[in-house]
């Protein structure tokens, strides 16, 4: 079975066949008939007896895409090479490369690079550690490191399927903040040895993104490796999804004419996002938050098998409030899901408090459809990019690290994520602000440069930037 693509798509497919027993015309008929539309013909080779060609399909449907493999496959003399399409041309060779800052084109250059000119840098760094920031890629160069044990939509699938995420991740990086990034995926789920791992290569980088790693060992390892490391620790999916839910929360907020303070809050689905996002809305303010599972609300007293819920039970909760998300819902002025497909009902959503905010971020299937809420929530927001009010982690990590970089921050701290989310909720002027656009587009340009000098600004209040606004290097 071949995976389906995108609606409206096109794929390759590469074919050789044997010109003695099919032509070309019955290929042409079979891709029409199964609903497939040809828009180029490229040979590959050409031999006496067989031919290969490229032939650039476009589908009006992605489930078309099995039915017209199917068609050629069943031809005689007819061999199925390779089915592509754009993404996976996209992605051939990896989607990130690297490239020399200065060019090599005569010996003077040479030694200059590399042997004998650069052991006076080496001499240098080893005389002033600090100074690997200025005279080496540690500057800009932020490791994106992942276990591929809680991939986005795919779950545990290991560290080969999970590159071409982190590379994506690279990708944003460069491009929305000029940020370098590496991805390096790890061959071990082990707590431990991702820790040592992580100390160990963390001399080449200026700070150090984990990702789509599992719960609860991401809180451990994020932990240990903020105490072990004099470099920003920044878990993403924890964090930068706290920070964006944390930017349209004061935006929808101020849709509708409500105080942080003053509103109950229900998050469900108390992962490593949930807990993060529980922990930065009660620092922004919000003192009455309930946080749901699968067993109920969570409530003080009783015990957990996780000590951060052990530690969530102590901090949410205020009212001892019992029951499913059903019974806790009512009342409810916003419901944050960090959880699974369906799970609020609209019975639920007429149960909330006068003019709902309803953020439903399981992806691709969300806690509630739009289609479904539209009518009983007065602000509707997702994690998709084909609703309006998408949330995208897209929105923090560039601008977050470009400011933890160009300062030299040793961490990041929660006065940090929260100076990020009222950046982000900035960028959206009064003028523009409605239910429908409560927070920027991924493509804003303002919304990185804007949370970069946020970060800036609030390590240097905080203590933990190691260069002022104002230094330049030498």
């Known amino acids: ?64 895409v099995d039915r017209v493999v199917s068609s050629v496959e069943q031809l005689p003399g007819v061999k199925l090479i390779n089915v592509s399409d754009q993404t996976f041309l996209m992605h051939l060779g990896g989607k990130i490369e690297m490239h020399p800052k ?3 084109k005569n010996r003077d250059d040479l030694s200059r690079v590399y042997t004998p000119g650069v052991a006076r840098i080496c001499m240098a760094i080893h005389d002033d550690p600090t100074r690997a920031h200025t005279l080496t890629i ?45 991805p390096i995926c790890l061959n071990t789920q082990d707590t431990d040895e991702i820790v040592a791992i992580v100390k160990a290569i963390a001399p080449s980088f200026g700070g150090i993104n984990l990702e789509d790693i599992s719960a609860p060992r991401c809180f451990e390892i994020e932990e240990r490796l903020q105490k072990e490391l004099d470099i920003p620790v920044f878990h993403d999916d924890q964090h930068g999804t706290a920070v964006v839910i944390l930017a349209a929360l004061l935006n929808a907020l101020k849709v509708v004419g409500k105080k942080l303070e003053q509103c109950r809050v229900v998050v469900c689905g108390v992962g490593a996002a949930g807990m993060a996002c529980s922990k930065i809305l009660l620092a922004s303010g919000v ?69 709902p905010i309803v953020f439903a971020m399981a992806n691709p299937n969300p806690e509630i459809m739009p289609e479904e809420a539209e009518p009983y929530v007065r602000v509707m927001a997702t994690g998709r990019s084909d609703y309006p009010n998408q949330i995208n982690n897209v929105l923090c990590f560039p601008g977050m690290f470009r400011g933890v970089l160009d300062c030299r921050a040793s961490q990041i701290t929660e006065t940090m994520k929260l100076a990020a989310a009222y950046a982000i909720a900035s960028v959206v002027s009064d003028e523009e602000l409605n239910e429908q656009y409560i927070i920027p587009s991924v493509f804003n340009h303002q919304v990185a440069d804007r949370v970069s000098k946020a970060v800036i600004a609030a390590a240097c209040d905080a203590g933990v930037a190691r260069r002022s606004r104002d230094s330049r290097d030498i």
Do not use: C
């Open 102 to 104: 200065v060019p090599i």
């Open 287 to 355: 003192t009455d938050l309930i946080g749901v599972d699968r067993h109920g609300a969570i409530v003080r007293g009783n015990a957990y098998p996780h000590e951060v819920w052990n530690w969530f039970a102590e901090h949410t909760n205020p009212f001892m409030v019992r029951g499913s998300l059903s019974e806790v819902i009512e009342g409810a002025d916003v419901f944050i899901g960090l959880s699974g497909p369906g799970v609020l009902k609209v019975e639920d959503v007429k149960r909330m408090a006068a003019d």
């Open 138 to 182: 540690k500057r800009n160069t932020v490791a994106v490191v992942s276990d591929g044990s809680a991939v986005l939509g795919l779950g545990n699938i290991g560290p080969e399927a999970a590159m071409p995420v982190m590379e994506g991740k690279a990708v944003l990086f460069k491009q929305m903040a000029g940020v370098d990034a590496f």
């Open 1 to 64: 079975m071949h995976t389906p693509l995108g609606t409206g798509t096109s794929i390759i497919l590469r074919l050789e066949y044997d010109q003695g027993v099919v032509n070309f015309g019955a290929i042409a008929s079979a891709l029409s008939d199964s609903g497939g539309d040809i828009v180029a013909i490229d040979t590959n080779r050409v031999s006496s007896a067989k031919t290969v060609r490229d032939i650039t399909v476009n589908l009006n449907d992605s489930h078309d």
